[in-house]
């Protein structure tokens, strides 16, 4: 059974300091998606990432993917305070044989003025 | 282009009601997927369906059901329900799920 864990579960970080969010996923997987999630709100995507070595950027948050490693990580540059919700990784379950997606556990990021 | 849509918003139910909850996906999209988040937690995938044919089920018990219909909207049913799926409820539209709508919060109580 695919195990997707993400850590820290939670952040509390001051503006302008960089900080990165690790997920580490237990078995073979051909995609990984970032997404963020505002309290009481639904997901939004961030970042798929396809390949091994892929790394995608948007704005402060850089997610890259080390398929060798089982690893991805999203990078967070000079926090702001929009920047505050829950993150979550996602992998894909090729083994499923379908498009199932398991989630990790979140992490949830404050930032601090 | 409207996204995914959700009814209902919020829902409450008394233990061992049944309950039905709707998703239109995204124009053009074939595929819908049902996801259960309960609160402080990841979201769990429950079904997909692909061409109105169940493509997977998750993890869940049989008081659990869904189809799709010729548009490819969706339906979530859940019998007999208990304390603990009080959830958000997610559809996402698109292979890989990859767009999410708003949810549904369903509270038993």
């Known amino acids: 059974e695919l195990k997707v864990e993400q850590n820290p579960l939670f952040l509390s970080m001051q503006e302008g300091k960089n900080y990165t969010i690790y997920c580490n996923y237990s078995?073979?997987?051909?995609?990984l998606y970032w997404y963020r999630q505002d309290p009481g709100k639904s997901l939004e995507s961030l970042f798929v990432?396809?390949?091994?070595?892929a790394v995608k950027q948007e704005g402060r948050l850089m997610a890259s993917l080390d398929t060798k490693a089982r690893l991805s990580t999203l990078h967070i540059t000079a926090a702001v305070h929009d920047l505050s919700a829950t993150y979550f990784c996602?992998?894909?379950?090729?083994?499923?044989?379908?498009?199932?997606?398991?989630f990790g556990t979140g992490t949830r990021l404050t930032i601090i003025p | 282009d409207a996204g995914v849509t959700q009814s209902p918003t919020h829902l409450i139910k008394t233990r061992g009601q049944h309950v039905t909850l709707r998703c239109s996906p995204i124009?053009?999209?074939?595929?819908v997927s049902w996801y259960q988040q309960v609160l402080g937690q990841g979201p769990q995938f429950i079904f997909q369906?692909?061409?109105?044919?169940?493509?997977g089920r998750g993890n869940f018990p049989d008081r659990f059901s869904a189809r799709q219909f010729p548009n490819y909207s969706s339906e979530l049913n859940v019998n007999a329900l208990l304390l603990g799926d009080s959830a958000l409820y997610l559809c996402?539209?698109?292979?890989?799920?990859?767009?999410f709508g708003p949810g549904t919060r369903l509270t038993v109580t």
């Open positions: 996402a539209s698109g292979r890989w799920a990859q767009y």
């Open positions: 078995t073979t997987s051909d995609r």
């Open positions: 990432l396809l390949s091994n070595g």
């Open positions: 996602a992998v894909d379950d090729t083994n499923f044989g379908n498009e199932k997606l398991t």
């Open positions: 124009s053009g999209h074939k595929s």
């Open positions: 369906y692909y061409e109105k044919e169940e493509r």
